[in-house]
C-alpha cells in the first residue's frame, strides 16, 4: 500500500486525511504515528500558505522525505475574517475546540444568521526534498449555526453550515465531509496539478 506523511498533530486533520485518501488506498501516515518525537515547527507565517509550507518543508527536511502539510481555518465575514489562520488558538491555548466554539458564538451574539457567513479555508503544500514546493487551496462557504450540533468532525464543524446542506459539518459523514470541504478540494486541486505536470500521484 502506498503511504503519504502528512505533518500535522491534528487527529482531526488525520481523520479527514484519511477519508479523502482511503479512496485511492493510500495510507495516511502523520506525525502522531512516527516513532521520534519531532518538535512541533512554529506556524510564524501570516497566511495559510506560508504556514502550510513553513511545516511542510519543515519536516521534508527532517526527514528527506516528500510531506503534506495543511494550514487550515475559519474566516468569519462579521469578524473581518477572524479567526482566520490564528483559528486554532482563537480562544489562547491551541486547539481547545470547546474554547474556540465558545468564544466565536459569544463574539456572534445576536447577530442573525443572513450576516454570520464564513468559509473555512485550506492551503495545502507539498515539499518534496530538492523540489519546488507546490501550494493548493481549497474553500467552503456556509454559515455560523447559533449553537453546536453534531458529533463528527473536529474544530468549529459543530457549529459550521456549508451552503446548500440543512446539517452541521459534525452531521456529516467523514465521506460526505470529505466531498465538500476546503481540505478535500485542496487534495483535488493538488491531484489535478501533480498530474497535469506529469508528476504522478501520490
Ligand atoms: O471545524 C473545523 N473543521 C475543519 O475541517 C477545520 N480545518 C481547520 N479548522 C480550524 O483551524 C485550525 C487549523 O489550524 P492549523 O492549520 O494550525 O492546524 P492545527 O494547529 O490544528 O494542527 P497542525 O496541522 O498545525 O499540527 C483547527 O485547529 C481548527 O480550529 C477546522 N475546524
Ligand atoms: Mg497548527
Not at 479567526?83 to 480562544?91: I, L, T
Not at 468532525?153 to 459550521?160: E, H, Q, S, T
Not at 453550515?161 to 452531521?171: F, I, V
Request: proline share 3%; glycine share 10%.
Amino acid at each position: 500500500m502506498r503511504k503519504i506523511l502528512v505533518a500535522t498533530k491534528n487527529k482531526g486533520k488525520v481523520a479527514d486525511f484519511k477519508a479523502i485518501f482511503d479512496r485511492d488506498k493510500i495510507e495516511v501516515i502523520s506525525l502522531l504515528d512516527l516513532d521520534a518525537s519531532i518538535d512541533d515547527i512554529e506556524e510564524t507565517g501570516e497566511t495559510f500558505s506560508e504556514n502550510a509550507i513553513l511545516k511542510a518543508e519543515g519536516i521534508a527536511e527532517k526527514l528527506n522525505i516528500p510531506v503534506l502539510a495543511d494550514d487550515s481555518g475559519l474566516s468569519v465575514d462579521y469578524l473581518d475574517g477572524r479567526p482566520g489562520v490564528y483559528s486554532a488558538r482563537y480562544a489562547g491555548i491551541d486547539q481547545d475546540d470547546q474554547r474556540n466554539n465558545d468564544k466565536l458564538l459569544s463574539e456572534l451574539e445576536g447577530v442573525p444568521l443572513s450576516e454570520r457567513t464564513a468559509t473555512f479555508i485550506c492551503a495545502l503544500a507539498f515539499a518534496v526534498p530538492g523540489e519546488e514546493t507546490v501550494v493548493k487551496y481549497g474553500k467552503c462557504h456556509g454559515v455560523i449555526v447559533e449553537e453546536p450540533v453534531g458529533e463528527n468532525g473536529f474544530g468549529y464543524d459543530p457549529l459550521f453550515m456549508a451552503d446548500g446542506y440543512d446539517r452541521t459539518m459534525a452531521q456529516l459523514s467523514a465521506d460526505e465531509k470529505a466531498q465538500i470541504s476546503h481540505r478535500g478540494r485542496a487534495l483535488v486541486a493538488l491531484a489535478e496539478w501533480l498530474k497535469l505536470e506529469g508528476k504522478g500521484g501520490f
